[in-house]
C-alpha cells in the first residue's frame, strides 16, 4: 500500500500531461509541394475537454539553414475577415534555431502556451521571420483548402501568405499577400487540461504521499 501512494502521483501527473499533435495530413510522411512566407490556419477544439496548445509546431521548411527564425500570431476566433489586419493579431512567440532539410519535420518552439477552451475557436500565422536568407526556410503548403480532425482538434487551412520582408517589430506585411486555396504542412503539438477537481485530488495524494516518505525518512 505504501508504494501505491508514492507512485499514483507521478503516473497520475504523466498522464495528464501526455502531449499529442493535430496534423493537416496524416501519415508519416511530410506532405507538401511548396513553400512560402507562411500560412494561415484556425483551430477548433471539439473535444469535450480544454486543450493547451504547448507553442511546439512541425512544420516544413524549405531548406536546412541556420539561424533561422519563425513567428505564430493567434487571434481568437476564425480567419474570415481578418487574413490580412495584422493589427487584430497578437505575437504568441518566436523561435530561432537550424532548420531540417525540407521533406523533413523542423520542430520550432515558441516557449508559450494558448488555452483553447471546449467548443472555442483559435486563428494562428505562422511565418518564417528571417535565417541566413529570406528564400530558405520557407513555410511548406499544399494547393487546396482542407480540413482535418482527430477528435480533438479540427484544423480548417486555406491561405499561404507571401514574403514582402515582413518583421516582428512591423508585422503587416507578414499579413499582406493571401494566396488560396493553400493549405499549410505541418502538426500543432496540444495537451490535455485537467479539470480543477482532478488536480485536487493529485495534490491530496501528492501530499500523503511526501507525508509518508517525511515519517520514514
Not at 495584422?86 to 537550424?98: A, I, R, S
Not at 483553447?116 to 518564417?128: A, D, E, R, Y
Amino acid at each position: 500500500m505504501k508504494q501505491y501512494l508514492r507512485t499514483v502521483p507521478f503516473f497520475a501527473l504523466a498522464a495528464l500531461s501526455t502531449c499529442s499533435f493535430a496534423q493537416t495530413f496524416f501519415g508519416t510522411g511530410v506532405g507538401t509541394t511548396a513553400h512560402y512566407g507562411g500560412a494561415l490556419i484556425s483551430l477548433e477544439n471539439t473535444s469535450a475537454n480544454d486543450l493547451k496548445l504547448t507553442g511546439k509546431f512541425n512544420l516544413n521548411a524549405s531548406a536546412a539553414i541556420s539561424n533561422a527564425t519563425y513567428a505564430v500570431y493567434y487571434k481568437n476566433g476564425a480567419l474570415v475577415g481578418n487574413e490580412t489586419d495584422h493589427t487584430v493579431w497578437n505575437l504568441l512567440g518566436t523561435w530561432n534555431g537550424t532548420t531540417n532539410a525540407a521533406g523533413s519535420w523542423t520542430q520550432i518552439d515558441v516557449a508559450n502556451t494558448l488555452l483553447l477552451t471546449t467548443g472555442s475557436t483559435v486563428s494562428l500565422g505562422i511565418f518564417h521571420a528571417g535565417g541566413n536568407a529570406m528564400t530558405d526556410g520557407y513555410v511548406g503548403y499544399r494547393g487546396g483548402a482542407s480540413t482535418f480532425t482527430n477528435g480533438d482538434l479540427k484544423i480548417t487551412a486555406g491561405i499561404a501568405k507571401g514574403a514582402r520582408g515582413g518583421t516582428i517589430a512591423d508585422p503587416a506585411l507578414f499579413f499582406a499577400d493571401s494566396f488560396n486555396p493553400r493549405t499549410w504542412a505541418g502538426e500543432v503539438q496540444y495537451a490535455p487540461v485537467p479539470e480543477p477537481a482532478t488536480m485536487t485530488i493529485l495534490a491530496g495524494a501528492a501530499a500523503i504521499a511526501a507525508f509518508r516518505k517525511r515519517r520514514r525518512a
